[in-house]
Nanobody
């Protein structure tokens, strides 16, 4: 059974940093495209970053240059380093795994088969 568990969320002032972690179990972790998504109240879930989907990590325009996605295959853990945080980054953050054949849209929630429970990130101005 695939399980994804996020951690590392919290409250931070604008300009601060957080690192999110996603511990994966139940499948061959290193083989699949994985992504981070976020969802703010009243808004749709949006793709933030993905790794091992395309040749290089993919990022939403809104986070390019501020966020970095990485994986530690030995620890079966996905990370999202978030720097220069802004109030508009406030959301519930989810990690997700694409356990099938990558369909080309890393930013689409429909691409992913398994989801974590989410971790809240709140950025105050």
């Amino acid at each position: 059974q695939v399980q994804l568990v996020e951690s590392g969320g919290g409250s931070v002032q604008a300009g601060g940093s957080l690192r999110l972690s996603c511990a994966a179990s139940g499948y061959t972790y290193s083989s699949y495209c994985m992504g981070w998504f976020r969802q703010a109240p009243g808004k749709e879930r949006e793709g933030v970053a993905a790794i091992d989907c395309n040749r290089t990590p993919s990022y939403a325009d809104s986070v390019k240059g501020r966020f970095a996605i990485s994986k530690d295959n030995a620890k079966n853990t996905l990370y999202l380093q978030m720097n220069s945080l802004k109030p508009e980054d406030t959301a519930m953050y989810y990690c997700a795994a694409d356990l099938g054949v990558f369909g080309g849209r890393w930013y689409s929630p429909l691409e992913y088969d398994s989801w974590g429970q989410g971790t809240q990130v709140t950025v105050s101005s």
